[in-house]
């Protein structure tokens, strides 16, 4: 019977003596197998480490057939072992056979045997292996021993990474994890990106596991946790002090719950207890936050899960006190890519922008905040690569392809060398756009087209003059309050939109009212878990709800404008009736200003955006109102076709090029001009040449863009007839549909037209 008091001590001191004996690898590895399972009263115990080629390989049993060594293997995902490996989780099983993942390995004997406990053997978060114990009975291991057996993972682990087990492996086969590795996911922000690797989370190694005085372990972890614990107390206060007076109470429950958990006497508890089984204060952190995350991952609770976040920090804090800064060696004065599996828009802005080169994002979807922040930086980004961060180490090579959504580890020599022409080939291309900077965007028969930028950030506002572009189309308010902890002030909003219209000079601005809700969330000001976010409590809904902080946007712009001209768009419009009542609460505040004696500007210009499809059966209410329109491409789309713009399994489903869409986006050209409305449409669609080109087409002659479009939709633009395009596209807009798809007819016509994609 496992013993709940002594098992867990005694079992890491027999360990701990196996691993200084003077033993050959295989003899060691046979004791310690040999040690757990006596610990465990288990009849088999085994280890599984993990190859280069993602294979689990069996190195060392006790209990099941010695012919196996090395001959069985799994893959990482297959049988119970692979899918270990996969969730990086323990699975702790009665009976194994009836567990659906359970591949039977006649080589290993082990149909004698019912109960299964893996445990993922991990160091520093990368997956080296899984180690097993089985039993003849079935029985569920309790909690004690399944911690048990994880300390035990962690001591094999570091044998692992010691690299103990190289001499053991099968000739032809590697260990090592530290090769070439190329993978490809999904294109975030276009460009090439090529630098040494910067891991956000700094992996912290643990040196030490063994403590020689469980008394001064303690007292280290003690002191430790008091030092952390102040330092979360005086972060709470910060901002209880900074965000006095504003409706800000739900940033400061977050910040409440980090400290619970800081004084969560059972995490501390827990690690106590590791230690005095003999890890030392680091090696228990370690091993506690590993039992948290397998805990709070399997956790169907999503409050839960997110709070794993806020856990790992406290677990960085305190090991930080324990062994000392682990911080970013970013790289100095060496180009560099970022490698995160989730990263905030404000963490970015942190790093060295005049080396940043790109940012591999594991978790990140097209409209991730921090992908907007790396827009804005120009850098290549690409996400959704599982397991990159797990391979990738400080100061290794990367090549990151924000053009085919591919990144390349440690590259062989002909990636490399591919890599070099294409960077070529890149500056090319970019030294023909910026010779076309100061020429103007006319077509040929004499047409001339707005092209304008996207921006949000003070770092946009160089693109102006960079890009030749003919003002801001969409001025994204809400980043700024995306990368703030707390609400801007009056004051700051203020002084930042007089920035922005002080380096356009005399091209014209929109500024967006706050659109904050769907993917834009800000923890401090719009706390509510919504089902359906995209179709929630967002941008002019939650304006109209919370007029308080509308009116001091407008305040702010109304000041920033100092007399000159001001444009605002509002986001999200439904129904024109909503309109009306923000114009109202606008025209409130402008005539208050003006009762103060303040300086109203020259003219304000008050559009609405064009997002929700059933504004498209309003039309003609809706132009008669609105001093201008403008089409949110990216929101008309994604609720047109029912198919959220986030979600990367449908990114290619739809296509926005094709004639539904581009129907009704001709028919809001025509209601604008039946109004004589001023008309331009917005977001990812005008930044796509051939989309640009179908744009033209059906009538659109101002298109706001990324800044890195405007190139190439420029040289699009100074190549092509216009009444020819227009006929072109209207024709095929006109057909039934099923036939040649828009997209085919349009690169036919680009091809014989000599017009560049
Ligand atoms: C849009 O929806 O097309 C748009 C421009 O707004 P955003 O992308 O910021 O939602
Ligand atoms: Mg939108």
Redesign the pocket.
């Known amino acids: 019977m496992f013993d709940q008091t002594t098992g867990p001590r005694v079992l890491l001191k027999n360990l701990r003596e196996a691993m200084a004996e003077p033993l050959g690898p295989q003899e060691r590895l046979d004791r310690i197998v040999q040690q757990i399972a006596a610990a465990m009263d288990a009849q088999v115990c085994s280890v599984y480490v993990r190859r280069a080629d993602d294979v689990l390989e069996l190195f060392g049993t006790y209990g099941l057939k010695a012919e196996a060594v090395h001959q069985s293997q799994l893959r990482v995902g297959q049988g119970l072992v692979g899918t270990i490996a996969t969730a990086g989780r323990p699975l702790n099983l009665a009976d194994a056979e009836k567990h659906p993942a359970f591949a039977y390995l006649p080589e290993t004997g082990e149909e004698l045997y019912k109960s299964f406990l893996g445990v993922p053997m991990k160091r520093a978060g990368r997956p080296l292996g899984v180690l097993v114990v089985q039993t003849t009975e079935t029985k569920v291991f309790d909690e004690l021993e399944v911690e048990a057996l994880e300390t035990a993972a962690m001591v094999l682990s570091d044998l692992v990474a010691s690299g103990d087990f190289k001499g053991l492996a099968q000739q032809g086969t590697q260990l090592d994890q530290s090769g070439p590795l190329s993978q490809t996911g999904i294109r975030l922000a276009s460009g090439i990106g090529v630098g040494e690797v910067v891991l956000h989370e700094p992996r912290v190694v643990v040196e030490h596991l063994f403590g020689d005085d469980a008394q001064v372990e303690q007292n280290r972890l003690a002191k430790a946790v008091r030092n952390v614990r102040a330092s979360v107390d005086e972060m709470l206060t910060r901002n209880i002090d900074r965000t006095e007076g504003n409706s800000t109470d739900d940033h400061i429950e977050v910040l409440e719950s980090y400290r619970m958990f800081a004084n969560d006497r059972g995490w501390v508890r827990r690690i106590e207890e590791a230690i005095s089984q003999g890890l030392t204060a680091e090696a228990a952190t370690e091993k506690v936050s590993q039992e948290n995350r397998s805990r709070l991952l399997r956790s169907s609770d999503p409050y839960l899960r997110e709070r794993l976040t806020d856990l790992d920090d406290l677990s960085r804090r305190l090991m930080k006190e324990l062994i000392g800064d682990t911080g970013n060696p970013a790289a100095e004065g060496k180009n560099f890519v970022i490698v995160a599996r989730t990263m905030g828009a404000a963490e970015l802005l942190d790093y060295d922008s005049d080396y940043l080169r790109g940012l591999i994002v594991e978790e990140a979807a097209a ?1 991730s905040h921090v992908v907007i922040v790396a827009r804005a930086l120009g850098i290549a980004v690409v996400g959704q690569l599982p397991g990159f961060v797990a391979r990738a180490e400080n100061g290794d090579r990367v090549i990151v392809d924000g053009d085919d959504g591919s990144a390349h580890l440690r590259p062989a020599d002909e990636v490399n060398e591919n890599y070099v022409e294409r960077v070529k080939f890149r500056a090319k291309r970019e030294a023909r756009f910026d010779a076309l900077r100061d020429l103007p965007a006319a077509t040929t028969d004499g047409v001339n087209i707005d092209l304008l930028l ?1 921006a949000g950030l003070t770092m946009d506002l160089a693109q102006l003059e960079h890009t030749g572009a003919a003002g801001i189309g ?1 001025f ?1 308010t ?1 980043l700024q309050f995306m990368i703030a902890s707390r609400l801007p002030r009056l004051a700051e909003q203020k002084e930042f939109y007089k920035s922005v219209i002080d380096a356009a000079g005399d091209k014209p601005v929109t500024f ?1 009212i706050l ?1 904050v809700g ?1 993917d ?1 969330v800000l923890p401090y000001l719009h706390p509510v878990k919504e089902d359906n976010p995209a179709l929630g409590w967002r941008a002019i809904r939650f304006a109209i709800d919370r007029p308080g902080l509308l009116r001091m946007q407008i305040r702010a712009l109304l000041k920033a404008a100092d007399g000159r001209r001001l444009k605002i768009k509002l ?1 999200m419009i439904t129904a024109v009736t909503e309109f009306d009542q923000v114009k109202a609460i606008i025209d409130k505040e402008v005539k208050a200003q003006a009762r103060f004696g303040h300086t109203l500007p020259s003219e304000i210009l008050l559009g609405s ?1 064009i ?1 929700v499809p059933s504004l498209l059966f309003q039309l003609d209410e809706l132009m008669q109102r609105a001093d201008f329109v ?9 609720f047109m076709a029912a198919s959220d ?1 986030t979600n990367s399994y449908l990114s290619n489903r739809y296509n926005p090029l094709s004639r539904p869409f581009l129907r009704a986006l001709r028919e809001i050209v025509r209601a604008a001009d039946r109004h004589s409305t001023p008309l331009q449409l ?4 005008a930044g796509d040449p051939l989309s640009a080109l179908a744009l033209l087409g059906i009538g659109y002659r101002a298109i ?1 863009m990324p800044p890195a479009s405007i190139g190439p939709v420029k040289e699009l633009v100074r190549s092509l007839e216009l009444a020819t395009v227009s006929q072109t596209v209207n024709a095929a807009l006109d057909e039934p549909i099923g036939g040649r798809t828009i997209t085919e007819m349009l690169t036919d016509f680009a091809d014989q037209h000599g017009i560049p994609l």
């Open positions: 409209t996207n969409l994204r809400e967006r659109d769907g834009k986001p955006m997002e403008s089409v949110g491409s990216n929101d008309l789309f994604q713009r917005c977001g990812e669609l706001s």
